[in-house]
């Protein structure tokens, strides 16, 4: 079975930086598309970054355009988003995903994603 295990969030100030990093168990991510995606209290779970298999095809929610970077490393089987310039807005689990194609995850096309995993806190506070 797939399990999505993300990891690297923390407490950060305004400003502030943090990298995440996302990992599976059970799958090789090289074949697949792979997302980011985040849930604030009380909201809806909503994209925020996806890339390509390849890595030549990356897309962002308008919201973190110009401050997360989404990268790949397929032989280390693990996946990246770099966040900068955090803002109190940003405060989000932070859950990772695979799909067939961007496409899938910048929808959020539920049959078409895997498991969700636990996800990683990301608070931006002073």
């Known amino acids: 079975q797939v399990h999505m295990i993300e990891s690297g969030g923390g407490l950060v100030q305004p400003g502030g930086s943090l990298r995440l990093s996302c990992t599976t168990s059970?799958?090789?991510?090289?074949?697949?598309?792979m997302g980011w995606f985040r849930q604030a209290p009380g909201k809806e779970r909503e994209f925020v970054a996806a890339?390509?298999?390849?890595?030549?095809?990356?897309t962002y929610a308008d919201s973190v355009k110009g401050r997360f970077t989404i990268s790949r490393d397929n032989a280390k089987n693990t996946m990246y988003l770099q966040i900068n310039s955090l803002k109190p807005e940003d405060t989000a689990v932070y859950y990772c995903?695979?799909?067939?194609?961007?496409?899938?995850?910048?929808?959020?096309?539920?049959?078409?994603?895997?498991?969700w995993g636990q996800g990683t806190q990301v608070t931006v506070s002073s």
């Open positions: 059970g799958r090789s991510i090289s074949p697949f598309a």
């Open positions: 890339i390509s298999r390849s890595t030549n095809i990356t």
């Open positions: 995903n695979s799909g067939a194609a961007t496409y899938y995850l910048q929808t959020m096309d539920a049959g078409q994603l895997g498991p």
